[in-house]
């Protein structure tokens, strides 16, 4: 992280750090305050707060700059450090554009209010409903899928196909063969959220108890070294984020290891990275038109393949890096309607004894 106070991030060339070298160049006497020279460098810009990573977010938002001349300032964190910002007086300038990393991130936000109702024809033209918040305080930018993905050298095509949806992994057949990530990951537990809106609470909890009593090593704390241990053969099959395979083979090109894609629609759990306006943007009609611009066809598909996402837009071709993965089949319910089962979801994990 950057060390000056405020942790700023100009998708200009002109950085705070240079403009305090400037005024002392200048033999000014008294202290530079850092975070009043950002909040006046802000002025007129639109202010992000983002979850996301900050190579991957600036890179965008330099390309914003560069077609639009626009200023964009952007801070990075984690949630809760920034939604605390967000909530709190301090000297950081107010943000106008909130973007987050998955779909509990966004609930979450709207349920402490982050976020005001955005009505844009533009926006929803290019992103399906099912991607947007009901009440207009969000929308996705990009989707990745929550798949079951396996090492191609250990199962045979009977076994694989044998695994029709999340509940599969129950079977005996899968004794000391599964691996999971935490149930702390954020697309684990809302893969629980969506079973337990579809199956209900007690179906779910069974599924779960499934999962654990065939695990064939603890739990990992990331999609990462799941994917090795598959690669190794330390497990037969697990689930991973859509955009973790496809970074792990990127980076492992000739792995044993490959996403399993559920022939029956509206099993296949999904998840999103999005952003909404803020309630107390200062600059609304900004953050208006950066998000749209983000939903542009050439904007958006920088966007996802930066993240190695399926683009939100439709009318957009998945990066070459994931395009053959393209023709799933979502699960069609809403992606905030998720949001009213995240508790229930962290609740039945820590029932069903899934770490």
Request: with cysteine; glycine share 6%.
């Amino acid at each position: 992280m950057n060390a000056l106070p405020n942790l700023w991030r100009s998708c200009r060339t002109l950085t705070i750090a240079f403009a305090a070298l400037i005024c002392t160049a200048c033999g000014q006497d008294a202290p530079v305050d850092s975070a009043k020279v950002a909040e006046d460098m802000a002025v007129g810009s639109v202010i992000v707060y983002s979850t996301l990573d900050d190579s991957i977010i600036k890179r965008v938002l330099d390309t914003y700059t560069a077609e639009t001349d626009a200023n964009v300032y952007v801070v990075t964190g984690e949630f809760q450090e920034l939604l605390d910002k967000v909530h709190k007086a301090g000297p950081d300038p107010v943000a106008d554009l909130f973007v987050a990393d998955n779909a509990a991130e966004l609930w979450s936000a709207s349920e402490q209010d982050v976020f005001r109702p955005t009505r844009s024809d533009i926006i929803d033209n290019r992103v399906p409903g099912q991607l947007r918040d009901p009440e207009h305080l969000w929308t996705s930018l990009a989707v990745r899928v929550r798949t079951v993905v396996y090492n191609t050298e250990l199962l045979s095509v009977t076994e694989i196909e044998s695994v029709t949806d999340y509940g599969s992994l129950t079977a005996d057949s899968w004794h000391e063969r599964l691996c999971l990530s935490s149930s702390g990951v954020p697309g684990n537990a809302s893969l629980i959220a969506m079973l337990i809106n579809d199956n209900g609470v007690r179906e779910t909890e069974t599924i779960v108890r499934g999962w654990r009593a065939n695990l064939a090593l603890p739990v990992f704390d990331n999609d990462a070294r799941l994917l090795q241990a598959i690669a190794t053969g330390q497990c037969a099959i697990g689930i991973a984020d859509s955009s973790e395979v496809a970074g792990f083979l990127q980076a492992n090109a000739n792995a044993d290891v490959a996403p399993h894609w559920f022939a029956e629609a509206g099993v296949l759990h999904i998840n999103a990275s999005g952003a909404g306006v803020t309630r107390h943007a200062q600059n609304p009609d900004g953050a208006v038109a950066l998000l749209e611009w983000l939903t542009d066809e050439s904007a958006n598909g920088l966007f996802a393949a930066l993240r190695l996402e399926f683009p939100a837009n439709t009318g957009v071709t998945a990066d070459a890096a994931i395009s053959a993965w393209a023709g799933f089949a979502s699960n069609p319910a809403n992606l905030a309607s998720l949001g009213y089962s995240q508790e229930e979801a962290i609740l039945l994990a820590e029932r069903a004894r899934y770490p």
